[in-house]
């Protein structure tokens, strides 16, 4: 699906969307807050889709005006989906301060970080959270928006596959790294309490290539990491693959199926240079500090939640695993060299900091 956005003069809203059926005509909600005020199908045609074989009729163009929604000048905060794909095509936010920038952040969790993902939705005028879930020429069609400087990406894609377009239109890239061993932990428990459990995550694992290692969880009596290293060990050597390397893989694939280059770790390292900011998980908090500095924006004070003990206890277990350490190989090297390269960072910057001296009042403070 693609899509645009032509204008919002307040009494109408015109864009258009090509649907992935070139046979469908699509149609449009439209939402303030929690309520549904109207579906609007396309009326207008784009000669142009129908004449490069995009579309068979050309009927993709919508309006949004009053007739259609009552009051629409007066509605400062709409939110505007294709109805059959449900992705956001446009949002008003008359009023409401937008950060004007253009921010990807790659999420290398399994399940994303649902707190940062809300801060940073409230934050900007176009958000997608989970690009993971949407196709790719949607995706791109997002990244490619011109009608609004401000829009927020995230997702557990391969950046490979969209490094370049991101590039191309401005976009700030920054993620964070968390210790691997933590990660699998998180995973293989992610994947036994789903195996046990009927819940909408179920479908978030088919987005990302996962639903096969739910099938091979089933059933199992997996309590501690000797279960889990078993279990991987006589794990079909597809399915472990989706377990290798994740966030190398992130870094420097295009696919699940596509193997590490032997030099993956330091195509991994070249990737993480070229973003605005990299800091480890366990530094949540430092990393929003500097992706706040990056935006101009000040994110506010986080509570950072401490690490879950039953991740904690499996990471530890799993450290002792021959199996869990060749899964991660390239990842453990990556997040040495990531931790080394933060450490040397935060010292210069404290000895920097140490140099300037500071004002009188400061310097009787501290002398006590």
């Known amino acids: ?50 004449e490069q074989g995009l579309h068979d009729t050309g009927l993709c163009g919508f309006v949004v005006d009053e007739a259609a929604v009552s009051g629409l000048a007066r509605r400062h905060q709409l939110d505007v989906f294709d109805l059959h794909t449900q992705t956001l095509v446009y949002r008003r936010r008359y009023g409401t301060p937008t950060i004007q920038r253009k921010l990807f952040r790659l999420e290398p969790q399994i399940l994303p970080n649902v707190r940062v993902n809300r801060l940073f939705d409230s934050l900007f005028q176009m958000s997608y959270p989970r690009i ?21 990406l995230s997702g557990r894609v391969y950046l490979a596959e969209y490094e370049v377009f991101l590039q191309k239109n401005g976009f700030d890239s920054c993620t964070y790294v968390r210790d691997p061993m933590e990660e699998l932990a998180e995973q293989l428990l ?88 990299v800091e480890l998980r366990s530094n949540l908090e430092h990393f929003l500090q500097l992706v706040g500095a990056q935006l101009e924006h000040d994110l506010g004070t986080w509570e950072i939640p401490a690490p879950s003990p039953g991740v904690t206890k499996l990471a530890d277990g799993l450290r002792d695993k021959e199996m869990a350490r060749e899964l991660l190989t390239a990842d453990l090297e990556l997040f040495r060299e990531v931790s080394i390269a933060v450490d040397r960072t935060t010292e210069a910057m404290r000895d920097r900091d140490s140099q300037i001296e500071p004002p009188p009042a400061q310097a009787a403070i501290a002398q006590g």
Request: charged share 25%; aromatic share 6%; hydrophobic share 40%.
């Open 190 to 277: 992610t994947l036994e309490w789903i195996s046990r459990n009927s819940d909408d995550t179920v479908k978030q694992l088919g987005n990302i290539g996962l639903m096969s290692l739910v099938d091979a969880v089933k059933g199992k009596e997996l309590k501690d990491a000797d279960d889990f290293g078993a279990w991987l060990l006589h794990l079909p050597a597809e399915d472990r693959q989706l377990l290798s390397n994740p966030l190398t893989r992130l870094l420097t694939c295009r696919s699940n199926d596509e193997p590490l280059s032997v030099v993956a770790v330091p195509s991994a390292l070249d990737a993480l240079s070229g973003m605005k900011v």
């Open 132 to 152: 993971e879930s949407l196709p790719p020429d949607t995706t791109r069609s997002i990244i490619d928006i011109n009608f609004s400087n401000s829009i927020y």
């Open 1 to 50: 699906m693609l899509f645009s956005i032509d204008e919002d003069t307040g009494t109408r809203i015109v864009g258009w969307i090509m649907p992935d059926n070139p046979s469908h005509t699509p149609c449009v909600s439209v939402f303030e807050g929690g309520e549904k005020l109207a579906e609007v199908q396309a009326r207008i045609v784009r000669p142009l889709l129908r």
